[in-house]
C-alpha cells in the first residue's frame, strides 16, 4: 500500500501518512507527499487539503534509521516539500492524533491550521536525539509559540499534551472524541478556510510573535545561562538556541539555511550517534530472545510490598503511582505507622512544590493499605519483598510467603546483591520468583533491574518486564550475580575514586572530572547523597567473615574507614566526603583534606599529582571491564543493556550513550592497551578481560560483540 493515501471528502483531499508503527517520514512518505503537493495544487476539483496519520498516531518524525545513511537522490528533504506545502493557496488543515512530534510537528506547522484531538503529545524532541529540528521547526515554532515557548520547548525536546499546545497557540482547535471525529473537524475547517477564500496563514510568514525578542535583547543570552548546567558537554543544545535566534533576525530563506548548516554539523557527530544508540538502547531492551513478544502475562491488578523502610516505602509509591493498589506489610506497628508516614511526607513534599495535586495525592495514599497482618497477602497477585538485606531473613519470609500467596502470584525480591537462586529454594515455586531491582530512591529513579533466576517462568518474565513499563520504569533483564549490572561495575568505578584519593587526587578533583563528563555528581557526592554508613557496614561485614584479615588484595576503604569513624555519614549528618554548610552543596573540608594527606603518609604512598586524564581512565575503564565480563557471562543480554541500566540507574550521560558504547567511541584497542598499563602498575585486578582483549585484537567494539 502507499506511504500517503489520498481519498477525497467533497472537494477536500485527505492524506494519510501510512507508514507504520509511527508514520516516521522516510523516503517513501516524503516521495508520496511531494508528489500528492505537486499533484492537488493544480487540481481543479480541489479546493483545500487535510492531513492526516493512519493507525496510532499523525506522526512521530523522521525516520531515525535513516540518519547516516545516503538518501536517494530523487527524494527532496522534507524542508523544500513544507516550503510547497506551506506555500500552496488553497488552506492546509493538519488532523493531529495521537503523537506530532518532531518532523511529524514540523510538517503540521507547515500546514496552516491545526486540529488536535484527545490524549495526544506534542513536541519537538530532536534534542534528545543529538540534533535540532531539521524540517523548519527551530524556524516556525517562535513564529507560532513566540520565542521563549520555542526556546523551552526545542531545548527540553519535552513533549507537551494538546492543551498545553491549544493555550501557546500551537493548535488551533481541540476536538473531543477518535481519530475520525478530528478529521471531521478538520475537513470542515478546510471547507470553511477554503469559502472565506483568504490567502492561507503562513507560519513562516509569521512576525507578530518575533517581537518578544526585540523587545528583550538580553533574552538569548539568560537561557543559554539557565541551561548551562543542563546542557554541559552538548552542543545539539546550544545550537538550537543559535537557530532560534536566528529566526529573529533573518526571514524564514536564510533562517532555514542557518538551522540547515547547523543541522548538517550535529547529524553524524558522536554526540547524536550516542543518542540515537540510546534511543534504540531503551527499545531494544525490553526483547528478550527466548521469551516471545506474544508470551501470555499474569494481570498485575494487586500488589504487596513486604517491608516499609527506604525502599519498600518508595515501591508502595511507585504502585500507587501507577493505580495498582498495594497492600504494605511489616513485622511490627510502630516500622509500619514510621514507614506510611514517610510516604504521606514524601508526597506532600511534591503537592508543597506544586508538582502534584491534594486530590492526587489522597487519591495515591488511599490505594495504600498498611497492616501487620501477612495473612492480608492471600489473593494479592505480587508481593515485592524489601526487607533487610539478610539470605535468612529472606528465605524465612519467602517461604511464609509461599504458605500464604495464592497459587500462581509472582514472588519478587528487592535484594541488591543476594542470590535470587538461593531466595527461590525456600520456596516450592521457584518458577514465580524473580529479583525486582528498584533504584534510590524507587519513586524517582526510572531503572528497575529484573533478575532472573534460573527457574523463573517466562511468563513471570514477561509480565514484570512489562509491569516496569505500566509502573513508568525501564525494566532491564539481569542475571543473577552479586551486585546485578549496575552495583557491580560501580564497585569498581568507587574503588579506583578511593584509591586515586590514597595516591594524591582528592575528592573534589575527581568530582569535578566526573561532572564534566556529564555525571550528574562525583563518586564521592554521590556516597555522601547514599550514606557512607552503608558502605562502611558492608566493609566490616566483609572483614569480620575473613576473620578479621583484610584480603591480600589492595583495600580501598582506609580513607572511608576513617571518615565513617568521625560519624561522617553524608548529607544526612551535614558532613561526609565533603561538608555541607546549607544541607545540599558540597563544600570541600580542610579536615577531610588532613585525614586523606595523614592516610597517605600511613600507607607508605608518596602523593603525586594525578591528572583529569588519568581519573577518567581510572575511574572508567575499569568500570567497563567490568561491563565486558558481565556481558561475557551473560549476566547482560547486550551491551546496550548495559547501557540503560547506567543512564537510568546511574545518570550516566545520555549524550556519551552509556558506558559501553562510549567504550567503543573510545576505541576498546585504546582502552585494554592503557588497562594493561594500569595492571602493572596497579595490580592483577587491572587486567583486561578476555572478550575486551579479544574485541581489541579484532578492532571491533562492543556494538559488533
Ligand atoms: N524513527 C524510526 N523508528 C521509530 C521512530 C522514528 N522517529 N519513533 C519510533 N520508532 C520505532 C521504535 O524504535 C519502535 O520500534 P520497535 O518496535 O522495532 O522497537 C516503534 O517505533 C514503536 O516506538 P515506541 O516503542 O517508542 O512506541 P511508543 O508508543 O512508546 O512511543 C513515540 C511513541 C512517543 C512516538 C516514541 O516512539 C518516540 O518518542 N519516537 C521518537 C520521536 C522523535 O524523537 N522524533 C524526532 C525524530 S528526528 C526528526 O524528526 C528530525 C527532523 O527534525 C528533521
Ligand atoms: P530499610 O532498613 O530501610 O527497610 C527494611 C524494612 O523492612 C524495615 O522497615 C523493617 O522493619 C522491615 N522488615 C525487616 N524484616 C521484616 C520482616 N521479616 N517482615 C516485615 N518487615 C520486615 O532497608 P532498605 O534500604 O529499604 O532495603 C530493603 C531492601 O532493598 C534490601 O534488600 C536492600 O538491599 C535493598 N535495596 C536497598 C537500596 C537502598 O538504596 N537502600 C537500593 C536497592 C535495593
Not at 493531529?96 to 512530534?101: L, P, Q, R, S, T
Not at 526483547?287 to 504487596?304: S, Y
Request: with cysteine.
Amino acid at each position: 500500500m502507499s506511504a500517503v493515501i489520498e481519498e477525497r471528502r467533497g472537494r477536500v483531499a485527505l492524506l494519510r501518512l501510512n507508514n507504520p508503527p509511527v508514520n516516521g517520514l522516510g523516503w517513501p512518505v516524503r516521495e508520496g507527499l511531494d508528489a500528492a503537493v505537486g499533484r492537488l495544487s493544480d487540481d481543479p476539483d480541489v479546493d483545500a487539503i487535510v492531513l492526516t496519520g493512519n493507525g496510532r498516531m499523525f506522526c512521530a518524525g523522521a525516520d531515525i534509521r535513516e540518519f547516516g545513511t545516503a538518501t536517494p537522490e530523487h527524494v527532496r528533504r522534507l524542508t523544500p516539500i513544507l516550503d510547497d506545502l506551506e506555500g500552496l493557496d488553497k488552506p492546509v488543515v493538519a488532523a493531529i492524533h495521537g503523537v506530532a512530534a518532531g518532523g511529524g510537528m514540523e510538517l503540521a506547522l507547515g500546514c496552516h491550521y491545526r486540529v488536535c484531538g484527545p490524549k495526544t503529545k506534542l513536541g519537538l524532541p530532536e534534542v534528545t536525539l543529538g540534533i535540532l529540528p531539521g524540517a523548519g521547526g527551530t524556524q516556525r515554532m517562535p513564529r507560532v509559540a513566540g520565542v521563549s515557548k520555542a526556546l523551552e520547548l526545542i531545548v527540553s525536546g519535552r513533549l507537551i499534551s494538546e492543551k498545553e499546545a491549544f493555550e501557546a497557540g500551537i493548535v488551533d482547535e481541540l476536538v473531543e472524541g477518535d481519530v475520525e471525529a478530528v478529521i471531521d473537524a478538520a475537513v470542515a475547517a478546510a471547507e470553511r478556510l477554503a469559502a472565506a477564500g483568504e490567502p492561507p496563514r503562513r507560519s513562516g510568514q509569521r512576525t507578530d510573535r518575533l517581537h518578544e525578542a526585540k523587545d528583550n535583547p538580553g533574552l538569548f543570552d539568560a537561557f543559554r545561562e539557565s541551561m548551562a548546567k543542563r546542557a554541559r558537554g552538548m552542543n545539539a543544545p546550544y545550537a538550537c538556541v543559535r537557530c532560534v535566534e536566528a529566526a529573529t533576525r533573518l526571514d524564514l530563506a536564510e533562517g532555514l539555511a542557518f538551522e540547515r548548516q547547523e543541522f548538517e554539523q550535529l547529524v553524524n557527530a558522536v554526540e547524536a550517534q550516542s543518542m540515537r544508540h540510546a534511543f534504540f538502547a531503551e527499545r531494544e531492551v525490553a526483547k528478550i530472545p527466548d521469551v516471545p513478544k506474544d508470551t501470555a502475562t499474569r494481570p498485575i491488578q494487586t500488589a504487596g510490598i513486604v517491608g516499609c523502610g527506604t525502599m519498600g516505602g518508595g515501591i508502595a509509591m511507585v504502585f500507587a503511582n501507577a493505580g495498582i493498589p498495594v497492600m504494605v506489610v511489616e513485622n511490627d506497628q510502630a516500622a509500619l505507622d514510621a514507614g506510611i508516614a514517610k510516604i504521606a511526607k514524601n508526597y506532600a513534599a511534591t503537592v508543597s512544590k506544586g508538582r502534584l495535586t491534594q486530590a492526587a495525592m489522597d487519591q495515591r495514599m488511599g490505594l495504600i493499605t498498611g497492616t501487620t497482618d501477612f495473612l492480608s497477602l492471600a489473593a494479592t497477585d505480587m508481593v515485592v519483598e524489601a526487607v533487610f538485606e539478610d539470605m535468612a531473613v529472606k528465605k524465612e519470609l519467602f517461604a511464609k510467603l509461599d504458605g500464604i500467596c495464592k497459587p500462581g502470584a509472582i514472588l519478587a525480591t528487592n535484594t541488591s546483591t543476594l542470590d535470587v537462586d538461593e531466595i527461590a529454594t525456600a520456596t516450592k515455586r521457584p518458577q514465580d520468583v524473580i529479583g525486582t531491582h528498584f533504584f534510590s530512591p524507587a519513586n524517582v529513579m526510572r531503572l528497575m533491574e529484573n533478575v532472573r533466576g534460573a527457574k523463573t517462568a517466562d511468563d513471570v518474565i514477561a509480565t514484570v518486564m512489562g509491569l516496569s513499563k505500566t509502573l513508568g520504569k525501564v525494566g532491564v533483564l539481569v542475571g543473577v550475580c552479586h551486585g546485578f549490572v549496575g552495583n557491580r561495575m560501580l564497585h569498581q568505578y568507587l574503588r579506583e575514586a578511593m584509591f586515586l584519593v590514597e595516591e594524591g587526587a582528592l575528592p573534589q578533583d575527581i568530582d569535578r572530572v566526573m561532572y564534566d563528563f556529564g555525571m550528574p555528581m562525583g563518586p564521592f557526592a554521590m556516597c555522601d547523597l547514599a550514606g557512607n554508613d552503608v558502605g562502611w557496614r558492608v566493609r566490616q561485614e566483609q572483614i569480620r567473615a575473613q576473620g578479621g584479615k583484610p584480603s591480600n588484595t589492595r583495600y580501598s576503604g582506609t580513607v572511608a574507614d576513617k571518615i565513617c569513624d568521625l560519624g561522617r555519614f553524608g548529607q544526612k549528618t551535614g558532613k561526609g566526603w565533603f561538608a555541607y554548610a546549607d544541607g545540599r552543596t558540597p563544600q570541600p573540608d580542610p579536615e577531610v583534606e588532613a585525614i586523606i594527606v595523614q592516610t597517605s603518609k600511613e600507607l607508605g604512598i608518596a602523593r603525586r599529582a594525578v591528572s583529569d586524564d588519568e581519573i577518567l581512565e581510572r575511574c572508567l575503564y575499569p568500570l567497563v571491564n567490568e561491563g565486558a565480563k558481565i556481558l561475557d557471562e551473560g549476566i547482560a543480554l547486550r551491551a546496550s543493556d548495559i547501557d540503560v541500566v547506567w543512564m537510568h540507574g546511574y545518570g550516566f550521560p545520555r549524550f556519551r550513550g552509556g558506558p559501553m558504547f562510549w567504550a567503543d567511541t573510545v576505541g576498546l584497542k585504546t582502552i585494554a592497551a592503557t588497562l594493561q598499563r594500569f595492571e602493572k602498575d596497579q595490580g592483577p585486578w587491572m587486567a583486561p578481560s578476555p572478550l575486551l582483549l579479544k574485541l581489541a585484537e579484532e578492532g571491533k567494539g562492543f556494538g559488533d560483540a
